[in-house]
């Protein structure tokens, strides 16, 4: 049993000019692979956290509405703890990603957030209704629901990442 329990409704989100605002993350992680070239020479594979729809198929990242009585950040590691059951450090703001929602011509607007995984809880909100799947930037891509999520994942995070793999930012802290 679950001791953390999801927001629900919309009463209490945000809007500007006629969007819902919403706010999600890309959780990822690092995982060790052997070097088959060299058994000494360790390489870190990058793995992004993906779950679930609950109304059909494909994978998404955690996201959801944005409220009143907190951050843009809070609601982003919010969604990623109900959606994921993940705690992490968010790193990165990837940027603003514009999309139509399930209800007919409403518009959202994500800000999405690199979130690296720090911890994967055991129990969660949405556990019973939600399957966690980590994949390669690539499988990830491919198996991704939204079009919108995909260019998030190429073109946010990916370049994200490689900005920051040849030293252009800092993995601890946010950076704007």
Not at 21 to 46: H, W
Not at 98 to 108: L, R, T
Not at 140 to 157: D, I, N
Request: proline share 4%.
């Amino acid at each position: 049993m679950c001791d953390l329990v999801a927001r629900t409704g919309r009463h209490l989100q945000r809007y500007e000019n006629g969007r819902r605002l919403v706010a999600g993350c890309i959780p990822f992680r690092y995982r060790d692979i052997n070097d088959e070239a060299s058994d000494d020479e360790q390489k870190k594979l990058v793995e992004v956290l993906m779950i679930s729809s609950q109304s059909g198929p494909g994978l998404l990242f955690p996201k959801g509405g944005w409220e009143n009585d907190e951050t843009v950040e809070e609601a982003a590691a919010r969604e990623a703890i109900e959606e994921a059951g993940v705690r992490g450090d968010l790193v990165q703001l990837l940027g603003f990603y514009d999309f139509k929602s399930k209800q007919p011509e409403a518009m959202c607007r994500a800000a999405i957030f690199a979130l690296h995984v720090k911890e994967e809880l055991a129990s969660w909100p949405e556990q019973n209704t939600r399957q966690r799947s980590w994949l390669t930037v690539p499988e990830a891509a491919e198996q991704s629901r939204y079009p919108w999520m995909q260019e998030a994942l190429v073109t946010g995070f990916s370049a994200w990442l490689e900005n920051w793999r040849n030293g252009g930012g800092c993995v601890d802290r946010i950076e704007r």
